[in-house]
């Protein structure tokens, strides 16, 4: 069954069962200076690829082919010498996609054919694995170019809301910060609800910690500047190392990939709230990263493993059907970002920049088309 990218940012999630954080939500509009330079938006259009663009991609400066060094062949790269990139999303139309640089800040738009274009740039501390970890869509994107994105600061982790032309806003801060462990994530699963999933900190025992923001998958409907902004309200708890939520446009719900001490996870939150055991687990923990939905089952990019892993899922159930089977091991390198594009096609940022091996070209954004079916593997 074709996946339908428009229910993805309208699926609903039922009433659960949650607890109240005394977390610290807030949106402070006191503050209105604008970027420099000022951000350009598209309001979520792009320019389609002509049948005769070429194959080679211009680097993150813009220049020309011809100028730089900086051009891949391959024709499933669409960008290249990115920073090493934090969270990807894939634009309304699935023909571009915003990709952040976790060190530097900045969001980018990148479109196969044309040069990488800056969107935005974020104050952040990108020490560690901190940084410019997330971004995610406003469900009126096309609207209104609202962004919101997961960063790390100099004190804490926190959720900012960034509007064109407008400085950052915070939606959701305090939550905590280590040398380790700082990766978020982030998705609408309703208009008026923001799921944010948050690492923990390299503390295990936070995670747990009914009385800490991290480790957590949280509920955040404190969106936009109110007197009493309510805290967020937790949805689960026990997060490690943070991959990825995306939603689950079949059954209701979301994914959440995660690594513990012990094993790399794909857990499975239902429409109705209800969790149970992770649908799947990686013993050997490849490096459980991005995550999408797509063709009868789950995309899940692997750091470690260098690869994009497929899950069969029973749409039935939530379960899985098979072991998941891998696609581009070892060509693109260490896999982060996901989503899914037009055509069935996979759009991943790569991180190898973070690791020992980075290529000439590196960091890039790359399509890598999905087996129909969530098979096909041989």
Do not use: H
Not at 48 to 55: C, E, G, M
Not at 90 to 113: F, N
Not at 172 to 200: H, M
């Amino acid at each position: 069954m074709a996946i339908n990218r428009a229910a993805y940012r309208t699926a609903v999630l039922s009433t659960l069962a949650l607890t109240v954080l005394p977390g610290c939500a807030r949106f402070d509009d006191s503050a209105s200076t604008p970027f420099t330079p000022v951000p350009t938006f598209s309001a979520g259009e792009v320019e389609p690829r002509q049948p005769d663009a070429p194959t080679t991609t211009p680097d993150a400066t813009g220049a020309p082919p011809d100028l730089v060094p900086c051009v891949d062949p391959d024709p499933a790269v669409v960008a290249t010498c990115l920073d090493v990139t934090g969270g990807l999303t894939v634009l309304p139309g699935g023909q571009a996609a915003l990709v952040t640089e976790r060190r530097t800040g900045r969001i980018v738009q990148v479109t196969p054919g044309l040069p990488v274009q800056e969107i935005a740039r974020v104050a952040v501390d990108g020490s560690g694995d901190g940084g410019l970890l997330a971004v995610a869509l406003s469900p009126t994107y096309t609207e209104d170019n609202l962004l919101y994105a997961y960063v790390t600061t100099a004190s804490d982790n926190r959720v900012v809301r960034i509007a064109p032309g407008d400085t950052p806003k915070d939606v959701l801060t305090g939550i905590p910060r280590g040398a380790s462990g700082n990766a978020g994530a982030l998705t609408f699963t309703t208009p008026t609800e923001l799921t944010v999933v948050t690492g923990d900190a390299g503390n295990p025992a936070a995670a747990a910690d009914p009385g800490s923001l991290a480790g957590k998958v949280l509920r955040v409907t404190a969106l936009t500047p109110s007197p009493s902004q309510p805290p967020p309200q937790v949805v689960l708890s026990g997060i490690g190392t943070v991959g990825d939520v995306c939603l689950d446009p079949v059954g209701g719900g979301v994914w959440v990939t995660d690594r513990t001490v012990l094993e790399d996870r794909l857990q499975r939150i239902s429409a109705t709230g209800a969790t149970g055991t992770p649908v799947w687990t990686w013993p050997d923990r490849p490096g459980v990263a991005g995550c999408t939905a797509v063709d009868g089952g789950v995309a899940v990019s692997l750091t470690g493993a260098r690869a994009l892993a497929v899950l069969p899922i029973d749409p039935r159930t939530g379960a899985a059907q098979a072991a998941p089977g891998l696609i581009a091991q070892d060509t693109y390198g260490m896999l982060g970002g996901a989503d899914l594009g037009a055509g069935g096609q996979v759009w991943v940022s790569t991180v190898n920049k973070s690791g020992d091996r980075p290529g000439p070209t590196d960091d890039r954004v790359v399509r890598i088309p999905a087996p129909q079916g969530g098979g096909g593997f041989d």
